[in-house]
């Protein structure tokens, strides 16, 4: 029994010796397949150029014609026809609802309020401080849940189109929450506010 502890703790000892050594702390240890890329990959910047396509191109679009999973192409092209269509058969797919709508809040406070102001009167900060101009009360347009989503999807005029920051649903959401702040803004609901 005493032999076995022995062997062991001498063995223990001249491991944590090895282990200390400064020779393989500096040389690498054996690599299996050193000469495959899996060690070494290769390093294509996102801009630079890159052989392995038949273009060169080292940041590829997606292919023609595909779509995010998830994603439903927009159909309604971006014309003053486009808005009209948009604004007359357009319609939300989602119900009108406590938590649709405060989702909805809270991405027209990050995504909107900036310039529109949080209550929709077109008194944002960015409109206090001067830096825009043009930003139109919601109260003063008629606008449906089909032409907010159009505009989210296009912009309009100054303002920028809004598609690559929110996805489907989140759009909607907004929507759902911009026809709230505009009925809150109608002259025969503001009494109360
Ligand atoms: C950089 C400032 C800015 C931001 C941010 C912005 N807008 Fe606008 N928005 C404008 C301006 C300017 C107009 C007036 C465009 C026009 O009709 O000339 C406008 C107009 C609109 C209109 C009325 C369009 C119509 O059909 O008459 C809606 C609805 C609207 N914005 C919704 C949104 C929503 C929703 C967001 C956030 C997702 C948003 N906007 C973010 C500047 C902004």
Known sequence: MKH???????????????SCSNDIMRKPNVRY??????YTS?????????????????AQ?????TIFRGEIPYEIPDTNEGYLLAKETLKSPLETNDVNLAKGKALFTINCAICHGDKGD???????REKVLGIPNYKDREITEGSIYHV??????MMGSHASQLKDNERWEI?????KLRTDLLPQNTSNN
């Open 61 to 65: 679009l997606p292919v023609a014609g």
């Open 33 to 38: 397949m050193a000469a495959t890329d899996m």
């Open 42 to 58: 290769v390093g294509y910047e996102t801009y630079a150029t890159n052989p392995n396509f038949k273009n060169g191109v080292g």
């Open 122 to 128: 077109g008194q944002g900060i960015l409109v206090q």
């Open 4 to 18: 076995i502890f022995y062997i062991v703790a001498i063995s223990l000892i001249g491991i944590s010796f090895t």
């Open 152 to 157: 989210i999807m296009y912009g309009r005029n």
């Open 175 to 179: 929507v759902q929450y911009v026809e």
